[in-house]
Each structure stands twice: as C-alpha cells, then as structure tokens.
C-alpha cells in the first residue's frame, strides 16, 4: 500500500516508517520539521536500503495534501504529526488546537476530496485522565486534564462521527501510554529539538553527562517505592501496533485500542534499568510532585491483542538499551 505518514519524521513516524518500508508498504511521509530535522530521512534509507519520499509541508494546507495524496497514489494514511508538550499545550492552546484539531480537519478534507477513507490516528492515554481504575481499558471514562489531551479526545470524536456518518470511512485510534527507547541500530531516536520533558530522555541526557542530575517528581506516591508509575513501552513495539492497524482497517475496519504493555514501572526502577545497561550513574534528587501527574498509570492491553494480534514484546532493558545506544550515538555526531 501507499502510505500517507504525517509527521513520519518525528521520534515515532521515523520507527513507524522502518516497519511500513520493511514489511512492503510505502510510506510517503509529510511533515514541516517544526519538531524534526530532514537528517532522519537519509538514516531511515540507511536502515532499510531502500528509498523514502519525504515532501516538506503543514498539514493545515489542504491543497498541498491533495496534491501529495494524487500524484503518491495514497491508498491510506497514518496520521501523527502534531504537538505533543502538555505543558505547552497549557500555555498555547490556540497552537494546538490548531494543528492538532484543525490540522487534523484539512487532512480529513483532502482524504475526502481524494477518496482515501482509511487513518490511523495517534491518540494519547492522556484522553482518560485521572484513573478511576487500573489496569486502563478502553472503556475507561475519558477526562483529559490538559489542552493536549483535549485536542487529542476532540480529534478522536471527530472520527467517530465521520465514521457514523459515512460507514466507508475506518479509522484506527491508538492510544499510546509512554513511548521510549529507539530502534536498535542507534541510528534514530527521540531528538526534540527543545529541552526534553519526558523521563526516558532526561535520564538519557544526565548518562551522557549533559545534566547534573535528573529530578525526580515526587517521592511520596503511595506506590512500592513513593514514585510515579507509568506504561513505557517500545517504541519499536509501538511501530508494529500500526502495521497491524493499518493491515486491520484494510481487513476488517474500525477500532480503537490501548498500545502498552500492560506493566507498569516506577521512576525509580527506570532509573536503576537504565543504570545497570549503561554502567552509568544517574544522580538524582526527590522534589515535589509535578502539576498534573498522577500516582500510577498503566494499560489493559486485552483488545489490541484480540483484534490486532498485536502485543509489545521489548522490556525495560531492551527499553534503556537502544536508548543508550541512540545516545552515544547522537553524542558522537
Ligand atoms: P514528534 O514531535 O517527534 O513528531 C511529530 C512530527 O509532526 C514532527 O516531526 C513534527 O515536525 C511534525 N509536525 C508537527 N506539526 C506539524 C504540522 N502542522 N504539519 C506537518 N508536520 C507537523 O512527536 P512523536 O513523539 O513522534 O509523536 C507523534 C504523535 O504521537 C503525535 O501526534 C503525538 O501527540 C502522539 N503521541 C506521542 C506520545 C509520546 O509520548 N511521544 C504519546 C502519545 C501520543
Ligand atoms: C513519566 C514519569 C513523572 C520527568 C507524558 C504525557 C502523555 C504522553 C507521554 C503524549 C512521571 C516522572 C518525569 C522528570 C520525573 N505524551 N518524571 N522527572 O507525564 O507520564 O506522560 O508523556 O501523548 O500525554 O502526559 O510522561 O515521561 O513526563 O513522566 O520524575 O524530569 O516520570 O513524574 O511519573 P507522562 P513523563
């Protein structure tokens, strides 16, 4: 199939584009680099030995969407450009709502005005909100507490009534908990072009001697070790649970589904994982809880496993390890 990867440049379309190129598809990706560089392109090539179109573009500009979708042959698409800071997201909810809403909208158009009926859609565990219960299936309520999560559960309502309007349209929502790592080669990885905000990343950056220390947010959590838990998962693993979306929505058709692992881990057993797979210290201190975090938050993954087949396989250390690797890669450049 021909498909559409909308910001297939960024941490996660670059793995999603490795996995679409290696199992036959074509990914054509569209993206305007506001958090990526074109430098990714050539590794993807690189990794896989083949080539990759890449068009540079926002996905608020409708005409050149038509214009990718024709002259590409897109059969489908796989949308997930978009920003992604939740605190940002507080500060510029006008930006997100955007690119994230409205973005989301013109490319519905073009697919509308080319005849593409299928997306999968990058959603967010951010869309439940506070967990009433663990593990978080799917029929969990949704209460986002940010603009981000917002956009993401607006985004999701909209394909919902596309779908019910028009039952030719399929869409794939994927809820993912909290991507790291990075594929094996080291070759690609998370490379925010601002400070990072997320754990894995940071922890990273104190291994490589770039920060003095990690700061762990709140140490008085009532779980095993006081810190907060959450879902990683792969973000090779992630990579696959597309294919199996997209290969679903040409089978069968709608669904939307949790992508974790089902387990969850503390800061504090990252912080060791990634100790012992890079013979590093990681020197931290405890501080006060983050606004907004939350205890524990880890997936019930039951229905991405019976109606994909689909279920992560890589662990914490395979997790820290080929972010490790990716790191001292980067340091080398
Ligand atoms: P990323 O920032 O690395 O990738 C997003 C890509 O979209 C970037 O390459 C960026 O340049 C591009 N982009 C942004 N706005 C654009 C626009 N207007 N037009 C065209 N391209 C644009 O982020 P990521 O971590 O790879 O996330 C990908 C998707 O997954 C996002 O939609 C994000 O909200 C969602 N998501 C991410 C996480 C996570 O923790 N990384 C978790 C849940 C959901
Ligand atoms: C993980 C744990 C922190 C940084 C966010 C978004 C979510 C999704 C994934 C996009 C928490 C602790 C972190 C630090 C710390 N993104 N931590 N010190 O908050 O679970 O989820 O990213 O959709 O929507 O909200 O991820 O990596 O920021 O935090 O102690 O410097 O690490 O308190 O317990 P989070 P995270």
Redesign the pocket.
């Known amino acids: 199939m021909n498909i559409l990867l ?2 297939g ?5 670059s793995h999603v584009a490795i996995t679409l190129l290696e199992y036959g598809h074509r990914p054509v990706i ?7 560089t074109s430098n990714v392109i050539a590794r993807i090539e690189l990794i896989v030995n083949k080539t990759i179109d890449c068009i540079e ?4 500009d409708m005409p050149a969407l038509i214009k990718v979708i024709k002259e590409n042959k897109i059969d489908a698409v796989i949308h ?5 800071s939740v605190s940002e997201s507080n500060e510029k909810p006008l930006d997100y709502f955007s ?1 994230n809403v409205g ?1 989301t909208i013109s490319l519905l158009q073009a697919m509308k005005k080319t005849g593409v009926r299928h997306l999968v859609f ?5 869309v439940y909100g506070e967990p009433r219960y663990l593990p978080i299936d799917e029929s969990h309520p949704t209460n986002p507490t940010n603009v981000y999560g917002e956009t ?1 559960l607006q985004t999701e309502l909209i394909l919902r009534n596309l779908s019910e309007s028009d039952a030719s349209w399929k869409f794939g929502c994927l809820r ?1 908990f ?2 790291v790592g990075a594929h094996h080669s080291g070759l690609i990885g ?1 490379a ?1 072009l601002g400070r990072p905000n ?1 754990l894995m990343p940071i922890i990273a950056s104190v291994a490589a001697g770039e920060r003095g220390e990690l700061k762990i947010f709140g140490g008085d959590y009532g779980t095993k070790d006081g810190t907060g838990i959450r879902d990683y998962v792969h973000v090779m693993d992630l990579a696959r649970g597309h294919l199996a979306s997209i290969n679903y929505l040409a089978k069968v058709g709608s669904h939307l589904v949790n992508l974790g692992t089902g387990m969850g881990y503390s800061v504090l057993e990252v912080v060791g994982a990634y100790q012992q797979i890079s013979c590093k210290t990681i020197p931290y201190s405890v501080e006060k809880r983050r606004s907004g975090d939350v205890a524990a938050v880890y997936a019930n993954t039951k229905l991405a496993e019976s109606l994909l087949g689909w279920r992560a396989t890589q662990n914490l250390y395979e997790m820290c390890a080929t972010s490790w690797a990716w790191k001292s890669q980067q340091s080398k450049i």
């Not at 440049?9 to 379309?13: L, P, S, T, V």
């Not at 569209?30 to 990526?36: K, P």
């Not at 990058?122 to 951010?126: I, P």
């Open positions: 909308t910001g440049a960024g941490y996660i379309g569209f993206d305007n680099f506001v958090n990526s573009g926002d996905i608020r997930l450009a978009g920003l992604k690119v973005g990058s959603s967010s565990a951010t993401k993912y909290n991507p998370e925010p997320n």
